[in-house]
């Protein structure tokens, strides 16, 4: 069969197998090249590993000069005669050939990160296969919802401002179209909820699991993601549900900190940018911000992907051999050229003029798609997208 994209909405409905494969070996080169994580960590769990920065992660310390042997869980559909499977079902695949071919190992593990099950599946290959010990936690999760329990109820996160609505625009991936959007404010319910899904309490429970079987190495980190932004974003984000969820992350970092001194360890919270993920497209009132960042980023050639923030994260940040530096809260920033204030300047000025009829001038609409399409393995000119694909390979493999 031939796949094609299919968008609907802001979510893709098809991925491109060899697509996948490209974007995976592309990252591969590019942290080959790029300065090296030289005292890094040798055994590592990322816990959502098949896409964005968890994907860039498990990337940057298997093949950026870690040589770091990874058990990646995720959540993703491979091939069935209901689709043609999930694109982090592909990059898992790939990502799991090329660092097996380099000689490391690189288990895949394909389930709820919120479940008892996949915590136990991760112990025993802690187990397994690194000597019942990990050196780094990566918790990179981006999640709609969570099961509560083993009950078949669940909280769902939703992305909405705190006490006042926000107006904002929306461009939707499926026709190009600009979509003016008012979001109401959240309800208490609603903020808690999401917090539940994207605050700190599962990775947590995730790290209390690995203290409480003996699974984490003597000078230990571990580390989870973050957004702040900037003051253009700050009424959607940082001061909305999202943010909430952000800043109870922040306060976990504090408290895991605190249970892995008793490893020589750490916990840090990462500020990350703004980038193209399967998860990011979807904040509402946010694409017009995201499409005049990457216009001015790129001109400015400050603009980086998930790879090159990851690979900077740990070669000139996290594993140097000196202390971590952290910002007066304690975090770990790499952000700081998405807030430079030029940067911030020329990106209001362009927002404050975009609209329907020019957010594709003025705005990196091309690079916006370009990149999301990349995403599911599409718009690679590596690829010809007129041949049949045999999904037969895939299937029964993870
Ligand atoms: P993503 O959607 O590319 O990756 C999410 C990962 O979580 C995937 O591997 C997915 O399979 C996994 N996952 C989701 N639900 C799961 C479940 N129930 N069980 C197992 N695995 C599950 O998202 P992205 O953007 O890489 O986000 C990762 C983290 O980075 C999030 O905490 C996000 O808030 C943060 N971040 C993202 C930024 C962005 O601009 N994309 C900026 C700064 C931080």
Redesign the pocket.
């Known amino acids: 069969m031939r796949i094609e994209p299919l968008i609907q909405g802001m979510v893709a409905r098809s991925a491109h197998p060899y697509g996948c494969q490209q974007a995976v070996l592309q990252q591969i080169h590019y942290v080959k090249s790029a300065p090296s994580i030289s005292q890094g960590p040798k055994r590592v769990l990322i816990l959502?590993?098949?896409?964005?920065?968890?994907l860039a992660a498990r990337i940057a310390l298997t093949f950026g000069g870690a040589d770091a042997d990874t058990i990646g869980?995720?959540?993703?559909r491979g091939p069935s005669n209901k689709g043609v499977g999930s694109a982090?079902f592909y990059n898992n695949h790939f990502f799991k050939q090329y660092a097996e071919q380099a000689g490391r190992v690189a288990i895949n593990i394909n389930?709820?990160?919120?479940s008892k099950n996949i915590r136990d599946q991760v112990v025993e290959a802690i187990e397994t296969y690194f000597e019942g010990e990990v050196d780094l936690v990566i918790y990179?999760?981006?999640?709609g919802m969570r099961r509560k329990g083993d009950s078949e109820e669940f909280w769902h996160s939703v992305i909405k401002p705190i006490g006042d609505s926000v107006t904002g625009a929306t461009v939707s991936l499926e026709n190009d179209q600009w979509l003016d959007t008012t979001l109401p404010p959240a309800s208490e319910q609603e903020i808690a909820d999401t917090l539940k899904v994207m605050g700190g309490e599962d990775w947590e429970n995730w790290i209390d699991t690995l203290i409480n079987y003996d699974s984490l190495a003597q000078g230990c980190k571990t580390i989870?993601?973050?957004?702040v932004g900037s003051e253009l974003t700050h009424p959607i984000y940082l001061d909305g549900t999202l943010g909430r969820a952000k800043v109870d992350l922040h306060q976990t970092s504090h408290a895991l900190n605190l249970k892995l001194a008793n490893y020589d360890g750490n916990a840090y919270a990462a500020v990350?940018?703004?980038?193209v993920?399967?998860?990011?497209v979807f904040i509402p009132a946010f694409t017009p911000y995201m499409l005049a960042l990457y216009r001015v980023m790129k001109q400015k050639g400050t603009h980086e992907g998930?790879i090159e923030q990851m690979q900077r994260l740990f070669s000139d940040k996290l594993y140097t051999g000196k202390p971590v530096p952290v910002d007066s809260e304690r975090l770990v920033r790499v952000d700081q050229w998405e807030l430079d204030p030029d940067t911030q300047a020329q990106v209001q000025d362009l927002v404050h003029q975009m609209n329907a009829s020019n957010f594709i001038e003025l705005g990196d609409y091309q690079g916006f798609k370009q990149e999301f399409l990349r995403l599911n393995g599409f718009g690679f000119a590596e690829i010809d997208y007129q041949q049949d694909v045999d999904l037969s390979p895939f299937m029964d493999h993870i």
């Open positions: 959502g590993a098949s896409s964005g920065f968890g869980v995720s959540l993703e982090g389930g709820d990160v919120f990179s999760i981006a999640s989870a993601f973050s957004y990350c940018k703004a980038l993920t399967k998860a990011s998930c």
